[in-house]
């Protein structure tokens, strides 16, 4: 029997993953449909391997269904069929879909269908309207109800008959609407789309690290664990130290706020946002001595605006400046920032919270940087963390306890209760940093959608210039709710940010990229805005 683990559909992307999905082939074209020939390794690699996409159905890291999809030319179908194309459907982008094939044990599943629904919507992201499928002969009733049509002759061999099948856009829509929405889940089963600023979808090894046995802020374990996790951050943005907390992203701007107390000298505060809003508030609850340059949500700060700024302010020390406005999805310059800073001898303080894991960033010059484990980073929320670039030290008669950096710095990082569960996900999180390519990936993933936002007619409220690559806020015209819009979608498996009061002020939604997505996974999304008249 089987148990009740999720299902995880997902591009095939590690070596495992791989040599699965070789046995799993031979399995079902060799020993099953007598299609190949048997090889004392069991493992049988695709003639086209080098050039398939794999969409792989995962249970328990295990993999127990496949199929491949390819759109060079010539395909598998054009050296069996003599001018395939006369059997097709004319000015149409094609690829064609090979070796759907499901672990005998999951044959009355939804795995079939889960299959073939999600490369699909991976099939219509790369811009393909029609696939071709050689598909079993006594499965073509399935196909047919997914809206396969079967064309032409037969083709194979005795005991291994394949029926050619194509599949336009049009075809699939209409006749399996119902794919496109989240299926009913069995308890336990979690298959919503996470699309939120916090929580954000959390990948299966890091929730697998999360869910160790707890163990001691005290042994040495733990110890290691912590330090390797500081290193690791710290080498991702470029910053000598930093100082982890037990507590969300406002415990590390209390922090900065904190350490910007003991200055005694006056700074700028930049508010172009609701976090930039939040800074003021952190700025006045601590009694600093600030002014504030306030300009319209949605806008970039412009150099001279800032020089402006700071010019009448006796004696300015310091500037404090959110990187990423998570509100409107404004980037700001941090290049612009720094060298302003360094211009005039002040320290640059930033909330980095949104864009830490986002965007590569560099803090080697920035004197107080906030982050959270829970955004970018892809991990848990509950961990917060302050960059540094100087030596701290405690502040026993000034601060609080749980705000001084320096009793931090003092103890190793440790100087109060923490949490190895929240430890062990946040360093396996940062392991897929070590791939040079994932910001670039992010970026094209962010690029593709808000392309796509805009052709269905949706205004996204930061330009492209100042834009973050992980929120992407849309401004709803008048008549169209955006609490409506966003109840809707999460009835559907969607969950976007809607519940924000200043989202609801303004009839905003926001759709936020900061934990694990991918494209296949956005297209059913789309599909469903689609149908919201504008």
Sequence with gaps: MRSHQPLTFKIASEDREFEQINRLNYETFVEEIPHNEANPGRSLVDKFDGENTYMVCLHEDRVVGMIAMRGKRPFSLDQKLDNLDSYLPRDRSICELRLLTVDNRFRNSRVFGGLVKHIARYGMGQGYDLAVISGIVNHVKLYEHLGFVPFGPLVGKPGAMFQPMYLTLEAWRDSSK???????????????????????????????????????????????????TRETLCRLVGAKRVEIMVGSGTLANDAVAAQLSLEKKPGLVLNNGEFGSRLVDHATRFGLSFDTLGIDWGEAFDPDQIEGALDPIPDVKWLWAVHCETSTGILNDLGMLKKIAAGRGIHLCLDCISSIGTVPIDLGDVRLASGAAGKGLGAFSGLSMVFYNHEIKPAPEKLPRYLDLGLYAMNSGIPFTHSSNLIYALRQALKRFESEDVFARALEL?????????????????PDQ????AAITLALPDGLSSMEVGRELEELGYFLYYKGGYLIERNWLQICLMGDCSQERLIPLLDALSEISL
């Design 466 to 469: 100042h834009a973050s690559p």
């Design 178 to 228: 119902s794919l496109f929405k989240p299926e009913s889940v069995s308890p336990g089963e979690n298959e919503h789309v996470t699309l939120l600023p916090g929580p954000v979808a959390i990948g299966p090894e890091v929730r697998r690290a999360f869910a160790q046995a707890p163990i001691s802020h005290r042994s040495d374990s733990f110890r290691n664990a912590l330090s390797e």
């Design 446 to 462: 962010s690029q593709w959608l808000r392309a796509r936002l805009r052709e269905l007619g949706f205004r996204i409220v930061a």
